[in-house]
Every structure is written in structure tokens, then in C-alpha cells.
């Protein structure tokens, strides 16, 4: 909703808006309506009934690949890097290692030219960490070019809480956005929605994350 203006949000209506999830299926099962007890929706919504990695697999040539660790071990495959992003645990088919820690594995990053997973053990591993973002394709809600600094707070992914930060111009079209706290799992090309308070100031496109490491 970022990308709306003043314009369409005043002619928009959100009749639930004030209402969390369980409280709007508790009125739609009190008017007997089927859509109570249908399952959250948790893929992309215009593929429908299939499974993601099924739909990509009909259009994209899978490319297996090395599943290494951080410190270049390896230790799986991967079927395909587009199947994974930044901060996936679930679905790497990968355990604990041999004499190593029992803590789950993250994708930390992707060797795209070498078709390699970069994975490491715990989710506030330093290489999942981000100390801010480059954002680009700029949108503001009052329409007005952002020139200056700015503290307010960003999302950076679905149901996350926010995150105080300070935005930087870069230029017209570029802002450089530093958290507070050092923040997992930023991943670009998702959108950064910026806020003061509950008013959404507007959004951005994530161009590049700032590593906590290198």
C-alpha cells in the first residue's frame, strides 16, 4: 500500500482494518460463512493451488548446485538457488554436522556466479546480519521528494516489528537507511516501508543491504 498516494487513500475503505485475524474468522464463523475455516493463504496468492517450487520449476531450468558453509565447508546440494532466499531455514535438507553445533542453518548469502548456497548455524549469525540498506524506486505517500535525514522506523518483511532507523538522501531516487540495532535477514529486491508512528510515510525497493560483515 506504500505506492498509493494521498488521493486513492482517501477514496480507499478498510472495514476490518482495526480487526486482527482471528477476531474477523470469529465473525465470518458466526454469520456461517465457508471462508472461517479456510487455511491462511502463505504462498503466492496468482499461482494458486500449487506448490512454489513447482510452479518455478515449470518455467525456470533448475541448476543444482554446492551447499557450502561460511567457513567453505561442503555440505549438501542445493537444487536450484532461486528456490532460496535470505534467512530460509526450512528446506535446505542439511543437519548438524559431525562433532559440530546442533543449531539450525540459514541461507546467508548466494554465489550466484558459481551457483553456490552460502549457509552458517544460528539466526543471529553475523553474516545474516545487516547494519542497514540502500533503497531505490523510491515512493512517498505526500508525493514530496525526501531530501536531508530522517528518523522514523521500517519493515523490511511481513509482521515484523518496527525498526527504529535513520534515512539518509543519497539522491533523488536513493536513500541510505541505518537501523539502530543490526537486523537479519534483509534481502534485496523486498520492499522497506517506512513509518512514524502508524502513518506510513512511504517505501522503497531494497537495492543493497550494509553487512554487519564482510
Known amino acids: 500500500l506504500y505506492t498509493l498516494g494521498h488521493e486513492q487513500i482517501a477514496q480507499s475503505l478498510f472495514p476490518v482494518g482495526e480487526l486482527e485475524k482471528p477476531q474477523v474468522r470469529k465473525i465470518a464463523e458466526d454469520l456461517g460463512l465457508v471462508t472461517a475455516k479456510k487455511k491462511d493463504s502463505t504462498g503466492i496468492c496468482f499461482i494458486g493451488e500449487r ?3 513447482d510452479f518455478l520449476g515449470r518455467y525456470l531450468p533448475a541448476q543444482p548446485g554446492k551447499i557450502i558453509t561460511v567457513d567453505g565447508d561442503e555440505i549438501g546440494e542445493h537444487q536450484g538457488l532461486m528456490y532460496h532466499t535470505l534467512g530460509q531455514r526450512k528446506g535446505l535438507g542439511i543437519g548438524g554436522t559431525k562433532d559440530g553445533s546442533e543449531d539450525p542453518w540459514y541461507v546467508v ?3 550466484v556466479e558459481n551457483n553456490v548456497l552460502i549457509v552458517a548455524q544460528g539466526h543471529e549469525h553475523p553474516r545474516l546480519m ?3 540498506l540502500i533503497a531505490q524506486q523510491l515512493h512517498w ?9 530522517l528518523r522514523c ?3 523490511t518483511r511481513y509482521r515484523q516489528t518496527d525498526i527504529p532507523c535513520t534515512i539518509n538522501a543519497l539522491d533523488d531516487d536513493r536513500i541510505e537507511v541505518i537501523f539502530d540495532e543490526p537486523v537479519a535477514a534483509v534481502t534485496p529486491g523486498q520492499s522497506a516501508v517506512f513509518y512514524s508512528g502508524e502513518v ?5 525497493i531494497i537495492e543493497q543491504r550494509l553487512p554487519l560483515t564482510v
Open 51 to 53: 506448490k512454489f517450487r
Open 109 to 111: 548469502d548466494k554465489d
Open 130 to 132: 545487516s547494519v542497514g
Open 141 to 149: 505517500v505526500d508525493r514530496e521528494p525526501f531530501t536531508g535525514t
Open 153 to 155: 522506523t521500517v519493515k
Open 200 to 204: 506510513c510515510l512511504g517505501g522503497g
